[in-house]
């Protein structure tokens, strides 16, 4: 469940994220010879877009990023990271989940989600925590909702788009504070979804 010293993955019985320390890393190259790459955070994240590849290892790769794989296969399932961390005002700006589509997406963000709050405030030790959600995507929104992010506002046309209108944000945070109580949710939710996946550590003896 807990990452190794050099905390270089974090991972749940479902999902396992290492970090991608080098642009030629074996993990590098699999992705870019993905068939298909989605973004979770946007309502366009249907249609696969490989032309947008180099632009999910660019939000990424500014601070952290992270390979997300299957936990028992080892097959790889997507991308995410940090897109920014402010070691200063102790904040971090988690990047998009990019994903091959091998996972249910709602499985992926709530183990993703989970993972890197952890990460942020266990690792790093920021105060507060932060994702930008396309405010059209309501289910997401819940999803995050219930892991315990707040919704603090919308942010006008903050996704800009080549061909079709920009669209708003909801900005999503959580802080410090909050992650004691938070992770006992996060793991509730984990542990009662439908598909019945548990962390190890919530198992019954």
């Not at 309502?43 to 299957?70: H, K, Y």
């Not at 963000?109 to 890197?116: C, N």
């Not at 949710?185 to 548990?198: D, I, K, M, N, P």
Request: with cysteine; aromatic share 8%.
């Amino acid at each position: 469940m807990y990452p190794s010293s050099n905390h270089a993955s974090l991972a749940t019985d479902r999902i396992l994220l290492t970090r991608i320390t080098g642009a030629e890393s074996s993990r590098a190259q699999q992705l870019r010879e993905a068939a298909m790459l989605r973004r979770l955070d946007r309502s366009t994240s249907g249609r696969p877009n490989t032309a947008c590849l180099a632009a999910a290892r660019d939000q990424v790769d500014t601070a952290a990023a992270f390979a997300i794989e299957a936990a028992g296969s080892g097959d790889l399932l997507g991308v995410s990271g940090f897109g920014a961390i402010d070691r200063h005002e102790k904040r971090a700006t988690f990047a998009p989940i990019w994903t091959i589509g091998r996972l249910d997406e709602a499985v992926l963000v709530s183990h993703v989600a989970h993972l890197m709050t952890r990460y942020a405030f266990e690792v790093l030790e920021v105060e507060r925590a932060e994702l930008h959600l396309d405010w059209r995507l309501r289910h997401m929104l819940d999803l995050y909702v219930d892991l315990g992010f707040r919704c603090e506002g919308r942010l006008r046309a903050y996704f800009a788009a080549d061909e079709d209108p920009s669209v708003d944000a909801a900005v999503l945070s959580m802080v410090r504070s909050e992650w004691p109580s938070v992770v006992h949710r996060q793991r509730a939710v984990l542990t009662g979804e439908t598909w019945r996946y548990r962390l190890p550590s919530d198992r019954p003896p």
